[in-house]
């Protein structure tokens, strides 16, 4: 499965959108680019997955470079329960495995 | 559904002692998974299941860990003998037969944080 960097941390105001980069220059044709999160002392929770399209949902939205080198999650009004670290995966869809690197720790401010 | 319930949720126990992690994933999901997350490693795959059998434990650390499924709402990870290193949050993950993949719908339970003095 592919490497994936992310930055540290970042913040972010509240009822301002949250971009979080990631890099995945090394990502196969096949394998899809997933973000989930973990706040405080909970499990990990999907938030959206993505080949090579943009893709939107209730929660956020995953913008995939054309090269698929990199992509963003953008939190389009954060809260202050949106305060997590965020993990973005690069994973083959059948027979992969969820590889959980760091992350990026948001804190999002009053 | 009361979600992926794991018990207990903090155990404290010495080295040299057998530690039992117990997990009943969401009734009707085919899949449960066991991960263990670090500070130092982060969160890692330890094993998962298919329909009650083991598909891939190639995470699993050394002899001393072991995962059983014998029914569809219930599994445990062992760890005989524990050490100090031991010491982590071990998640349970469930999901349900994928239409074409399983990546995007696990479902993690709450967490043991387990310590090993």
Redesign the interface.
Known sequence: DAKTTQPTSMDCAEGRAANLPCNHSTISGNEYVYWYRQIHSQGPQYIIHGLKNNETNEMASLIITEDRKSSTLILPHATLRDTAVYYCIAAYNQGGKLIFGQGTELSVKP | DAG?IQSPRHEVTEMGQEVTLRCKPISGHDYLFWYRQTMMR????LIYFNNNVPI?DSGMPEDRFSAKMPNASFSTLKIQPSEPRDSAVY?C?SSPLPG??I?????????TRLLVL
């Open positions: 992926v982060g969160l890692e795959l891939d998640f993950a074409w993949g990546q995007e719908t696990q479902y993690f339970g709450p967490g």
